[in-house]
């Protein structure tokens, strides 16, 4: 596991100019963007209403994906402040305030995660019941028919890309272009009883009979 985990990281390191665009929430805006345009024109443009809660549905997209923009919004000119402030004297102070940033905001966006995994659930179960939504209010049931799909197919595109990532790491010996760390060789001296494999004799002290030398003859 540990080695599968330095794989991982070694790829995202050697990778790091594919997933800056990722970082900087370019795509997280354009979608997030684009949905509030065509669910607010639904919504709130060509309301309506019919046995079950749709526009109530379309409603709590549009207020969720509203706040996650601003968010990402102001997440991007943090990082992109960070960026032009290397080299200068508020580099160190920009990369203080922008860890605090990132800290706050993985567990705002896991949380924002798991809000929209519940109310699409809730939207799932809303169009499965029996309605009159394709008489009454056919753009409400349309539109969220499709927001459900598009859903349920950008989950299974993002399991079966993790699921790919890892067995491509997990099948092949991916070493990149980068280590985390130097290779610390220790190099024992030769007289060190650690060089020999086989642990030090016991000395053997003997007694010399041979008479002391006078000195001054």
Same mark, same amino acid.
């Given at each position: 596991?540990?080695?599968?985990?330095?794989?991982?990281e070694?790829?995202?390191?050697?990778?790091t100019?594919?997933?800056?665009?990722?970082?900087l #929430?370019?795509? !997280?805006m354009?979608? !997030?963007?684009?949905?509030?345009?065509i669910?607010g024109s639904?919504?709130?443009?060509?309301?309506?209403?019919?046995?079950v809660?749709?526009n109530?549905?379309?409603?709590?997209?549009?207020?969720?994906?509203? @706040?996650?923009?601003?968010?990402?919004?102001?997440?991007?000119?943090?990082r992109?402040?960070?960026?032009k402030?290397?080299?200068?004297?508020?580099?160190r102070?920009? #990369?203080t305030?922008?860890?605090?940033?990132d800290? @706050?905001?993985?567990?705002v966006?896991?949380?924002?995660s798991?809000?929209?995994? @519940?109310w699409?659930?809730?939207?799932?179960?809303?169009i499965?019941?029996?309605?009159?939504?394709?008489?009454?209010?056919?753009?409400?049931i349309?539109?969220?028919q499709?927001?459900?799909?598009?859903?349920?197919?950008?989950?299974?595109?993002?399991?079966?890309?993790?699921?790919?990532?890892? @067995?491509?790491?997990?099948?092949?010996?991916?070493?990149g272009?980068q280590?985390?760390?130097?290779?610390?060789?220790?190099?024992?001296?030769?007289?060190?009883?650690?060089?020999?494999?086989?642990?030090p004799?016991?000395?053997?002290?003997?007694?010399?009979?041979t008479?002391?030398?006078?000195?001054?003859d």
């Open positions: 596991m540990f080695k599968h985990a330095e794989k991982l070694i790829y995202l390191k050697d990778k100019r594919m997933f800056k665009w990722y970082n #929430k370019y795509p !997280q354009a979608y !997030q963007g684009l949905f509030i345009i669910i639904i919504a709130y443009g060509k309301p309506g209403s019919c046995s809660p749709i109530v549905f379309l409603k709590g997209l549009f207020a969720m994906y509203i @706040c996650a923009f601003i968010l990402n919004f102001f997440v991007f000119l943090v992109i402040c960070k960026e402030s290397i080299g200068t004297g508020y580099s102070k920009m #990369k305030f922008t860890l605090r940033i800290l @706050c905001y993985f567990p966006y896991w949380g924002f798991i809000l929209e995994f @519940c699409y659930v809730i939207g799932a179960e809303w499965s019941e029996d309605n009159n939504c394709m008489e009454d209010y056919p753009d409400g349309r539109l969220s499709a927001l459900v799909a598009l859903w349920i197919i950008f989950l299974v595109l993002i399991f079966v890309a993790f699921i790919a990532l890892n @067995c491509h790491l997990y099948c092949h010996k991916y070493t272009n280590s985390l760390g130097p290779e610390i060789i220790i190099n024992y001296p030769v007289n060190d009883a650690r060089s020999y494999p086989q642990s004799q016991k000395a053997d002290y003997t007694v010399s009979h008479p002391a030398r006078e000195f001054g």
